[in-house]
T-cell receptor, first 113, second 113 residues
């Protein structure tokens, strides 16, 4: 069964610190992997999209990595800010499907002053 | 551009009532979809559409109907509301479902008593 697992479930860090969120998936065949940021009470916003051939993609202080061989991805946040407090969702799409995006449950990040 | 808009933002229904959640996008996207988000679970796909006149079921379609008469609009109909449909509903659109950025609306929080 296609699944996306994220860890940790929640994380608390101090402002200015770095952190790394993990995503493991079993989706096959693989098309691409996305990371979304979802602020409380808002819709998800896309941070990065990576295809099979991409190992790293950055968006400002957010850097996503992908190892398609081990089916793992990480999202690294550098010099965290209070506004980074949100849920971060890993999403994997299945090659050949028209709408099959498999969503992880998300990691809830809290950045404290 | 307004992006993806959803109305209403909040709704309370009684069991058995019907209603329509509205979704509109002004980006000329072909692909539109509806998700529900429940506590402790990832977003789950209800229905999607790859263009006007074309719709298909997602992971959790029971109790919901959709239609796509125009590129811009993709309403979601609850036929006979049940407490199990209490959730936050998100509409999303993209120009191509698998490889392109997906844009989400702000969500509709629905409570069924």
């Amino acid at each position: 069964k296609n699944q996306v697992e994220q860890s940790p479930q929640s994380l608390i860090i101090l402002e200015g610190k770095n952190c790394t969120l993990q995503c493991n998936y079993t989706v096959s065949p693989f098309s691409n992997l996305r990371w979304y940021k979802q602020d409380t009470g808002r819709g998800p916003v896309s941070l990065t999209i990576m295809t099979f051939s991409e190992n790293t993609k950055s968006n400002g202080r957010y850097t996503a990595t992908l190892d398609a061989d081990t089916k793992q991805s990480s999202l690294h946040i550098t010099a965290s800010q209070l506004s980074d407090s949100a849920s971060y969702i890993c999403v994997v799409s299945e090659w050949g499907s028209q709408g099959n995006l498999i969503f992880g449950k998300g990691t809830k990040l809290s950045v404290k002053p | 551009n307004a992006g993806v808009t959803q109305t209403p933002k909040f709704q309370v229904l009684k069991t058995g009532q019907s209603m329509t959640l509205q979704c509109a996008q002004d980006m000329n996207h072909e692909y539109m979809s509806w998700y529900r988000q429940d506590p402790g679970m990832g977003l789950r796909l209800i229905h999607y559409s790859v263009g006007a006149g074309i719709t298909d079921q997602g992971e959790v379609p029971n109790g919901y109907n959709v239609s796509r008469s125009t590129t811009e609009d993709f309403p979601l109909r609850l036929l006979s509301a049940a407490p199990s449909q209490t959730s936050v509903y998100f509409c999303a659109s993209s120009s191509f479902p698998i490889t392109d950025t997906q844009y989400f609306g702000p969500g509709t929080r629905l409570t069924v008593l």
